[in-house]
T-cell receptor
């Protein structure tokens, strides 16, 4: 069974640009959540999608957005990139929806560097 | 907001038990206690979770205080492969950002 796949694994952008990251969940998983990981702030929640709807959102500015497609694949977009957006962006999928209290399955992340 | 507090780092010797503490004094009745760990250059992986009773699985045991304001992840016999950052989080039905914030976790160092 394939795990959570994130693409690209590494990318470099410059300030002011925008970036789109992709996440393919485990087959059958309908919930996808996104996290930002930095050395200073640790692992912080960005947003969660279930059945193409954003169900929960973390405390990030509107430059961070996402969406989920009918096949449960998800993308997140960051516009007008800032140096502080340099981070590892992690995606996790889970079997059930927001009522799920079970385990999250994480991808290996997309490492974004903003110059 | 339901948050967790963990020590920044802990050190243990190989083949000895490790007890990783987590405080969650503002836990609500519906919050599940989850533990994940993150090995270098990898995404976090699930370890164990529980609600009220102690739980065991092949990776670890989870001991939950009677008042649920704290919990302890127990690795019965640490190996070098257990060196990782361990996160304790509270996850509630219905989700919510607070229940999905991992923080900085505990960096577990295993000495051979």
């Amino acid at each position: 069974k394939a795990g959570v796949t994130q693409t690209p694994r590494y990318l470099i952008k410059t300030r002011g640009q925008q970036v789109t990251l992709s996440c393919s969940p485990i087959s059958g998983h309908r919930s996808v959540s996104w996290y930002q990981q930095t050395p200073g702030q640790g692992l912080q929640f960005l947003f969660e999608y279930f059945s193409e709807t954003q169900r929960n959102k973390g405390n990030f500015p509107g430059r961070f957005s996402g969406r989920q497609f009918s096949n449960s694949r998800s993308e997140m977009n960051v516009s007008t990139l800032e140096l502080g957006d340099s981070a590892l962006y992690l995606c996790a999928s889970s079997l059930a929806g927001p009522s799920n209290t079970g385990e999250l399955f994480f991808g290996e992340g997309s490492r974004l560097t903003v110059l | 907001d339901a948050k967790t507090t963990q020590p920044n780092s802990m050190e243990s010797n190989e083949e000895e038990p490790v007890h990783l503490p987590c405080n969650h004094s503002t836990i609500s009745g519906t919050d599940y206690i989850h533990w994940y760990r993150q090995l270098p250059s990898q995404g976090p992986e699930y370890v164990i979770h529980g609600l009220t009773s102690n739980v065991n699985n092949r990776m670890a045991s989870l001991a939950i205080a009677e008042d649920r304001k704290s919990s302890t992840l127990i690795l019965h016999r640490a190996t070098l492969r257990d060196a990782a950052v361990y996160y304790c989080i509270l996850k509630r039905p219905g989700g919510g950002a607070d229940g999905l914030t991992f923080g900085k976790g505990t960096h577990l160092i295993i000495q051979p």
